[in-house]
């Protein structure tokens, strides 16, 4: 769900088994205020205009990791009572590889979510995705063949124009988005393309029954300032502040970025993204071996797993965690440092453990 600088945001809607249930509070925030010591940065990108019925489309790369989410959704930007409600999304939460979810929020934040399951790993290439909104109804559509459509009383009460807009964002809720672990940071999902289409039935070229004619397409060759802005606001339920420099452009793509507070502004790790996906798991060598103070320790992963990697030494006693948490498929390096323990030279072993895999390898420490 969407959180917007003039509210946090409240989900709280029991829906059937199909549907999902996201208890949370909005706060009142309003345009221009920021919430101090908020703990990572993040990025929205917003159209200045507002718009009333059409098809919006993007073309998204998501990004993985438990408790972040990326979006395209539109949104009335109001400063009155809740009951101006309206807004509909396409939400791509990390902590799953085979899910989108689909939501159009009403007046006084009354949800009506989707959770969509799909036959792709969303985090691991583009994929196009929209949705037509007409007074009559709401469908979502993905790779250009329609996957999910709401036609309740409730899409008659979407009257009120919306901006396009796109962000990332780290929620508290954790039994919605799932535990959040920083050492993710930094990631971007990336926007390659949006496109606008007016409602227009009877005369239109695209979309459904050809009801629709496109206005515009924004291939994101830098920022646009006569359509866009950039956001620089947070709220009550989100750890990450927003912040313009976390908007970047590299040929002919959009990063947003969720990054650390040191972190803003720089593009980072975006060459991971673009690795292939290992096609096993796997524990490597620690290199430097012989280490001192610290070493750094590689594996991969083919598929999400619960992920918990320990240091031992030789008594069969834990010296250290360095990772419990879920992660996404990937390539990933931890580094391990004796000092931040105060360990004698001498011969320890660390284990991965990701799902049911488990692999045990010898290291040592000459000081």
């Given at each position: ?266 593009l980072l790790s975006v060459e991971r993204l673009d690795a292939p ?32 990697l320990t240091i031992y030494d030789t008594l069969g006693r834990e ?49």
């Amino acid at each position: 769900m969407t959180r917007l600088p003039l509210y946090a945001a409240f989900i709280a809607l029991a829906v059937s088994t199909a549907m999902a249930q996201v208890p949370t509070l909005k706060l009142p925030l309003y345009l221009g205020q920021s919430m101090a010591g908020k703990p990572f940065r993040g990025a929205e990108y917003r159209t200045k205009d507002a718009f009333i019925y059409g098809r919006f489309e993007v073309r998204l790369r998501s990004v993985p990791g438990s408790g972040t989410l990326s979006t395209f959704f539109t949104y009335h930007d109001f400063t009155g009572s809740r009951d101006q409600w309206n807004e509909i999304d396409i939400e791509i939460l990390g902590r799953y590889n085979n899910e989108v979810q689909f939501n159009v929020i009403t007046a006084n934040e009354v949800s009506h979510v989707k959770r969509h399951v799909v036959d792709f790993n969303p985090h691991q290439a583009f994929h196009d995705y929209a949705f037509e909104w007409t007074p009559w109804y709401v469908a979502w559509f993905i790779d250009g063949r329609e996957v999910y459509r709401q036609t309740e009383r409730h899409i008659q009460t979407l009257t009120r124009p919306q901006k396009i807009m796109m962000n990332i964002w780290q929620p508290i809720y954790t039994d919605w988005t799932g535990v959040f672990d920083a050492r993710i940071l930094p990631v971007y999902p990336r926007y390659d393309y949006v496109r606008y289409y007016d409602f227009t039935p009877g005369r239109g070229t695209a979309g459904t029954d050809s009801s629709f004619t496109l206005r515009w397409t924004e291939n994101f060759d830098g920022f646009n300032p006569d359509r866009w802005e950039r956001a620089s606001h947070t709220w009550a339920a989100n750890n990450a502040q927003f912040v313009p420099e976390n908007i970047f452009f590299r040929d002919g793509i959009m990063l947003l970025g969720l990054t650390l507070p040191d972190q803003a502004g720089q593009l980072l790790s975006v060459e991971r993204l673009d690795a292939p996906t290992p096609q096993t798991f796997c524990l490597e060598q620690n290199y430097p071996n012989p280490f001192n103070p610290s070493t750094t320790i590689a594996y991969k992963l083919p598929i999400a797993s619960d992920v918990r990697l320990t240091i031992y030494d030789t008594l069969g006693r834990e010296v250290a965690t360095l990772v419990n948490t879920r992660q996404q498929a990937g390539d990933y390096r931890v580094q391990f440092s004796s000092s931040a323990y105060a360990l004698p030279s001498g011969v320890y072993f660390y284990r991965l453990q990701a799902g049911s895999f488990l692999e045990t390898k010898k290291m040592l420490l000459v000081k």
